[in-house]
């Protein structure tokens, strides 16, 4: 058995950035940015008014009157300059024009006519956006980066349509079993709902991957055979169950009969020993575990760290917090343990007490995996120890 970091740096090595494409920027929400891009205009692109009000040229004193000569609103500039003793009705967002430093608030002035005279209330601010106060011209946002709500609005104020991203990696995801079904259908009693899949597909889709759910092959070789072969074009193929060495679990005979080189089989954790990833079809092939915890654990570590590199983010280990022990653990063993964890108030967690791994309700129950090293020694409470946010 090798140990979970060795076997992330392996899957690692079988990860190659996926070929960059250009999208619409209506469409590249959650894609990965692959090329820096720059700013085509300043942002404003001119010094404007940010309040709706009067501009003059300062400086402005409490009883100053001055002549109302026109109008500038968001979109509609005005034409001339304004002179001492000149105002311009302006609103929010309206170029302010030659001549006008100071924009008074209409709150601040009483108007009669085109006469406007400064009231005592008249506030500090000069209440003018610089242009290029918020990005200039050539500004460059760098790649790689996941690009989030904030970064398409940026982009857009940039004056960019359209991006070049990492493809999507395309994930077939197998499930395995004679016993399994689809939800929705009357199971015999001793069939059981294919779980897992459900929540790996949302998780491939979270991290910006295109899952696409293979019929569920049953344990015989030439099913497994035959839905293995519909993954051909794919860039990650996951099977899920018949990984350990039961007489039944046939996916590493199968994917080895099909040219899979595998890379490693049994990692020192727990759950998810019986993980296996190698390469197939010149696909990465992923063989998580049948228990549904022990096939969502391995996606945490493996999975979606190798969807990450495939778009180009880099290779990197999941992120993990730190928090303090609630209550105190037992020593742990020569597997490193991910135990279903709450989190609580005061940065505290707390491992829950059914650590099986077929219990999937526990898992949805949880916030969090803490993560006990190999070998751990027992620890008291208020020990600080890492976990992985769920
Ligand atoms: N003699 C040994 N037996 C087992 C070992 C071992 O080292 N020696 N390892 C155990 C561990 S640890 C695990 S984990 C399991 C994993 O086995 P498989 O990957 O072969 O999984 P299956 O046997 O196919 O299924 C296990 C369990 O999970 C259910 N299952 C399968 N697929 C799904 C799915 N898509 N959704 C929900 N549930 C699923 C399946 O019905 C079984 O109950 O092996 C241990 N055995
Ligand atoms: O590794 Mo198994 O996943 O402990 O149940």
Do not use: W
Request: one cysteine or more; aromatic letters at 4%; a negative charge.
């Amino acid at each position: 058995m090798i140990s979970v970091e060795d076997a992330l740096s392996r899957v690692f090595t079988l990860c190659t950035p996926l070929e960059i494409e250009t999208v619409p920027l209506i469409e590249a929400a959650g894609r990965v940015l692959a090329e820096p891009v720059t700013a085509q205009r300043d942002q404003p692109p001119f010094a404007g008014s940010a309040m709706d009000g009067y501009g003059v040229k300062g400086p402005v004193a409490v009883g100053q009157t001055f002549t109302v000569i026109g109008e500038a609103g968001a979109g509609n500039a005005f034409a001339g300059g304004v002179a001492e003793g000149q105002a311009l009705r302006i609103f929010t967002g309206a170029p302010v024009p030659e001549g006008v430093d100071h924009v008074v608030i209409q709150e601040d002035v009483t108007r009669e006519g085109d006469q406007i005279t400064i009231r005592p209330e008249l506030g500090a601010g000069q209440n003018i956006r610089p242009a290029g106060g918020d990005f200039r011209k050539g500004d460059v946002i760098s790649a790689p980066r996941r690009l989030r709500p904030v970064d398409l609005g940026l982009l857009a104020a940039m004056n960019i349509a359209e991006v070049p991203v990492f493809r999507r990696p395309r994930v077939a995801l197998i499930a395995t079993g004679d016993e399994l079904i689809m939800p929705g259908e009357d199971p015999r009693p001793d069939q059981i709902v294919a779980s897992s899949v459900f929540a790996l597909k949302a998780m491939v889709e979270a991290e910006g991957g295109e899952a696409r759910v293979l019929p569920i092959a049953r344990d015989s070789v030439e099913q497994l055979t035959e839905v293995l072969k519909l993954a051909r074009g794919c860039d990650v193929i996951v099977t899920l169950g018949g990984a350990s060495v039961g007489d039944h679990d046939l996916v590493a005979p199968v994917t080895e009969a099909l040219g899979a080189e595998r890379a490693f089989y049994k990692i020192a954790m727990r759950p998810g020993k019986p993980f296996m990833a190698g390469r197939l079809f010149d696909a990465l092939m992923m063989g998580l575990p049948g228990n549904p915890v022990s096939a969502l654990v391995c996606a945490h570590l493996f999975l979606l760290p190798a969807l990450r590199a495939l778009q180009g983010l880099g290779c990197y280990p999941a992120a993990t917090q730190s928090a303090v022990l609630s209550e105190p653990v037992a020593a742990n063993g020569p597997r490193s343990h991910y135990m279903r964890a709450v989190l609580e108030p005061g940065g505290r967690i707390r491992p829950v007490s059914s650590q099986d791994s077929a219990l999937i309700g526990v898992l949805a129950g949880a916030d969090a995996l803490l993560i006990r090293p190999q070998h751990d020694p027992a620890r008291p409470e208020g020990h600080e120890v890492r976990y992985l946010p769920l």
